[in-house]
């Protein structure tokens, strides 16, 4: 595959995420990002998104502030969170083991991004 397109952050222009085209996007602090929108057939992210659902839990935290009458109010935070590991993969953040379709996946994104990962994050937004 040829290599990807770099953009440095200055020249960034939000329209590149809709020409349908790979980049290695530089953004600030030494962050890079890897964008490949056609990724995943349209049919991929649907097995994906099923795969998910059925496989994984997230964690949504509720946080608790107490009132100046003395009460508490319990809030759920809406957005939750899953790490999901390999056994390399120590930390304090509790984790999810990897499974067949995670490991899967996991491999799929070292070939796209070229370097060893061990874990990724994901994230769930509650309505």
Not at 57 to 65: D, E, G, S
Request: net charge negative; hydrophobic share 40%; proline share 9%.
């Amino acid at each position: 595959a040829p290599p990807l397109a770099t953009i440095p952050w200055a020249d960034f222009d939000a329209a590149l995420f809709g020409d349908g085209r790979a980049y290695r996007l530089l953004l600030p602090f030494d962050t890079e990002l890897l964008w490949y929108p056609h990724w995943l057939t349209p049919q991929e992210a649907d097995e994906l998104e099923r795969t998910v659902r059925e496989n994984v839990t997230f964690l949504h935290p509720t946080y608790m502030f107490q009132e100046p009458e003395g009460g508490f109010t319990k809030t759920l935070i809406k957005r939750g969170q899953v790490r999901i590991c390999g056994d390399d993969c120590p930390g304090a953040v509790s984790s999810q083991p990897l499974q067949p379709w995670s490991e899967g996946l996991l491999r799929r994104v070292e070939n796209a991004a070229g370097v060893a990962l061990n874990c990724f994050v994901a994230n769930h937004y509650a309505n």
